[in-house]
């Protein structure tokens, strides 16, 4: 069966930065674009960005713009979000999720979803 298991998630104060990894397994990872969600408490989930089957494309909701960077290695059946000068508005819980589209930016476009990782940023 499909998982997708994220890591990487934590504490980190204002301005600071991590690295979220999520680990595909049973399925043709190349064949998926791999997208981020994040949901706050009490919030709807919201659409992070996206990275193309290849990695050759991104995209970003407005917010992250700048900050935040996808990326994949089709080799490691993985995809990365570096998030940089992280804010106390980032703090959520980080979905990556997998569609057979080019390109999804709502959630019911995904196919399959990990279990999430928390990210809390300080003040």
């Known amino acids: 069966q499909v998982q997708l298991v994220e890591s990487g998630g934590g504490l980190v104060q204002a301005g600071g930065s991590l690295r979220l990894s999520c680990a595909a397994s049973?399925?043709?990872?190349?064949?998926?674009?791999m997208g981020w969600f994040r949901q706050a408490p009490g919030k709807e989930r919201e659409f992070v960005g996206v990275?193309?089957?290849?990695?050759?494309?991104?995209w970003y909701t407005d917010s992250v713009k700048g900050r935040f960077t996808i990326s994949r290695d089709n080799a490691k059946n993985t995809v990365y979000l570096q998030m940089n000068s992280l804010k106390p508005e980032d703090t959520a819980v980080y979905y990556c999720?997998?569609?057979?589209?080019?390109?999804?930016?709502?959630?019911?476009?995904?196919?399959?979803w990990g279990q999430g990782t928390q990210v809390t940023v300080s003040s």
């Open positions: 990275i193309s089957w290849s990695g050759g494309s991104t």
């Open positions: 999720a997998a569609t057979s589209l080019r390109y999804g930016s709502r959630w019911n476009q995904y196919d399959y």
């Open positions: 049973g399925l043709t990872f190349s064949q998926y674009a």
